[in-house]
């Protein structure tokens, strides 16, 4: 197995320095199809993802550690947990997430869950990004939305968006986490990835409803610095072969 991968926000902070747009897969493990694994990670690794995600609003299953095995036997990426609670924290990913949802008032996931998991990620190498967690309106309830017991910011109230990212920086947040949802029907606004790109300093990541190239591109143009995909790969593993 190889060595954990070192500096991932600081290699995030030169990708942006240096223009390099970064991309992620998200896979939820509870949606792994475990014989079709292999060839999974083959079209990733011939895929121009430099990240992958692993997690979940709800994680069922008790394959975490076995398909975190998989993926630093089998990938060279580096391996971030994009966790819904605690229970996905796995010592065996190179980095997490470390999500509070700003756009939501749920205690649990401003800060309850943080606490919870911070005794446990004291015992691990994991590399924590502090990551401001931003849920925008979709077009539809998402598993985030359902889960959390939170609604999504207005997609139309630019100003809002604008003053809950720069509270997050302003917090210590590493990272501000535009998200649209899992299989959101509408992707997050591209003049609102623009308004934030123009007026925090921390890296954008953008994820949900963006279904091709033509959208990952879009969300580079509009600021964005890390695009993550996850419905659109999982339903179609030749989607960069388009």
Known sequence: MRQKIPNIYQQIIQAKIDGRKLLAILLDPDKIVWENLEDLLFKINQSPATHIFVGGSIVQTTILEELMTELKQKTNLPVVIFPGDPSQISPQADAILFLSLLSGRNADYLIEYQVQAAPILKKT??????????????????????????????????????????????????????????????????????????????????????????????????????????????????????
């Open 125 to 242: 190498n994991l590399e924590v990004l502090s990551t401001g967690y931003i849920l925008i309106e979709s077009g539809n309830e998402t598993a985030v939305a359902r889960v959390s017991k939170t609604q999504p910011l207005d997609r139309k109230d630019l100003d809002l968006v604008l003053a809950t990212a720069q509270a997050g920086e302003m917090l210590g947040n590493k990272l501000v986490y535009l998200e649209a949802g899992s299989g959101a029907k509408k992707a997050v606004p591209l003049e609102m990835i623009t308004l934030i790109a123009q007026n925090i300093e921390i890296p954008i990541i953008v994820g949900g409803g963006i279904v091709d190239l033509q959208g990952i591109q879009e969300a580079y143009n509009a600021g964005a610095d890390l695009v993550v995909i996850g419905t659109a790969f999982e339903n179609n593993s030749r989607f960069f072969e388009a």
